[in-house]
Nanobody, 117 residues
Framework: QVQLVESGGGLAQPGGSLRLSCAAS????????LGWYRQAPGKARELVAS???????NYASSVKGRFTISRDNDKNTVYLQLNSLKPEDTAVYYC???????????WGQGTQVTVAS
């Protein structure tokens, strides 16, 4: 079965940085879009960023210029670099594998990101 396992979450200061990783295993199409969603308490899960195998990326307007998504196709791993963190970035972050952005085909277990002083 497909598994997506996130790591790298934790506590960061406002203006600080974190780097999230997600390792994919099991049977999954190498052409799937890999990405990251997040969900804050009381809010809907939202797409943060996505990346195709060929390197085409997409970002939510709220994180554009601050977050960077990348993927290592040989390692079946996707990363999210979170810079200039704000308290409103606090959420559980989930990695995803999708036929197209928003398809929500596969999910990781999530990793908590907390931004506070």
């Amino acid at each position: 079965q497909v598994q997506l396992v996130e790591s790298g979450g934790g506590l960061a200061q406002p203006g600080g940085s974190l780097r999230l990783s997600c390792a994919a295993s099991g049977i999954i199409s190498r052409s799937y879009v890999l990405g990251w969603y997040r969900q804050a308490p009381g809010k809907a899960r939202e797409l943060v960023a996505s990346a195709t195998r060929g390197g085409v990326t997409n970002y939510a307007s709220s994180v554009k210029g601050r977050f960077t998504i990348s993927r290592d196709n040989d390692k079946n791993t996707v990363y999210l670099q979170l810079n200039s963190l704000k308290p409103e970035d606090t959420a559980v972050y989930y990695c995803s594998a999708e036929r197209w952005p928003g398809a929500r085909d596969y999910w990781g277990q999530g990793t908590q990101v907390t931004v506070a002083s």
